[in-house]
T-cell receptor, first 115, second 112 residues
Framework: ETGVTQTPRHLVMGMTNKKSLKCEQH?????MYWYKQSAKKPLELMFV???????ENNSVPSRFSPECPNSSHLFLHLHTLQPEDSALYLC??????????????FGPGTRLTVL | GENVEQHPSTLSVQEGDSAVIKCTYS??????FPWYKQELGKRPQLIID?????GEKKDQRIAVTLNKTAKHFSLHITETQPEDSAVYFC???????????FGRGTSLIVHP
């Protein structure tokens, strides 16, 4: 598959579970992002990585832990989540952070339900 | 920080009509304004964007206009078709802070 892929597409977990979301981009981009999309709320940026280095943590609770082992892969490790964390988690990538080439391409998302 | 307002939240039109969605922003340093389309159950997809050095950009049936003085930009869709039905999001970012701020979205419904 080309573009940005995410696995799993759906995830149901209990509040005491530990799980991880995976994102992979096949576009040769240097920047990757995690977003949270909840019903009736704007897209919320969570984390930004540029050349594997975290450049932004948008006041995200520590129960969400990102990992970027290389420019093509991005993970979001989840532990002791709350029901209000249930949402669609979207990964995106762009060639660069700003200026020409900062257009973001999104993955299909992981629909997360926390029981 | 940046404040982005998007209107209307819902827009219902007949096939063939035009649709206009407007976003206002607060930071005069903002210089990049993309629009995304998200169909039900699918990922947001970039459909058109504009940078602050131009006032208008067109791509077939869609166009975006930017008024930097008034700090607003609009998405125009002409000759709407049922497959245009989706949620449309505007976003704003600046060179100083590349973090995009998204609008709340507009649900466009095109009736056949």
């Amino acid at each position: 598959e080309t573009g940005v892929t995410q696995t799993p597409r759906h995830l149901v977990m209990g509040m005491t579970n530990k799980k991880s979301l995976k994102c992979e981009q096949h576009l040769g981009h240097n920047a990757m992002y995690w977003y949270k999309q909840s019903a009736k709320k704007p897209l919320e940026l969570m984390f930004v990585y540029n050349f594997k280095e975290q450049t932004e943590n948008n006041s995200v609770p520590s129960r969400f832990s990102p990992e970027c082992p290389n420019s093509s892969h991005l993970f979001l490790h989840l532990h002791t989540l709350q029901p209000e964390d249930s949402a669609l988690y979207l990964c995106a990538s762009s060639q660069r952070l700003a200026g020409e080439g900062n257009e973001q391409f999104f993955g299909p998302g992981t629909r997360l339900t926390v029981l | 920080g940046e404040n982005v307002e998007q209107h209307p939240s819902t827009l219902s039109v007949q096939e063939g009509d035009s649709a206009v969605i407007k976003c206002t922003y607060s930071d005069s340093a903002s210089n990049y304004f993309p629009w995304y389309k998200q169909e039900l159950g699918k990922r947001p997809q970039l459909i058109i964007d504009i940078r602050s050095n131009v006032g208008e950009k067109k791509d077939q049936r869609i166009a975006v206009t930017l008024n930097k003085t008034a700090k607003h930009f609009s998405l125009h869709i002409t000759e709407t078709q049922p497959e245009d039905s989706a949620v449309y999001f505007c976003a704003v970012s600046s060179g100083g802070s590349y973090i995009p701020t998204f609008g709340r979205g507009t649900s466009l419904i095109v009736h056949p």
